[in-house]
């Protein structure tokens, strides 16, 4: 019964490394530009403030999933006309732009 026991807690510590693992990858697939602040005084100063309006409008349009908000697709042109194919959900929604 102790081996048992010693070979689920291998298994158990290797499911947990695998999850911190694939946590940290998750979090990684979609990235925020880093910050740019400078502080002069009692002011504070957003250096690259216009990335990130531009960053999120590019996400919003050619990245999330209008259906089920899923980041998990891909593009594809056909004929010209270029769509937004959801990994998650299926959905097949067009786009606009030279993106596809």
Known sequence: MHKVDKSY???LNRIQGD????????SARLEIPE???IWVGQRTIFRNFMEFP?????????VICPVCQSPDTRTEKVKKLGFLVCEA????S???????
């Open 9 to 11: 807690e291998t298994l």
């Open 19 to 26: 999850l911190a693992h694939a946590s940290k990858k998750d």
């Open 35 to 37: 910050p740019q602040i």
């Open 54 to 62: 531009k960053a999120l409008r590019y996400v919003r349009d050619y």
């Open 94 to 100: 067009s786009i606009k732009g030279n993106y596809a």
């Open 89 to 92: 959900c299926g959905a097949r």
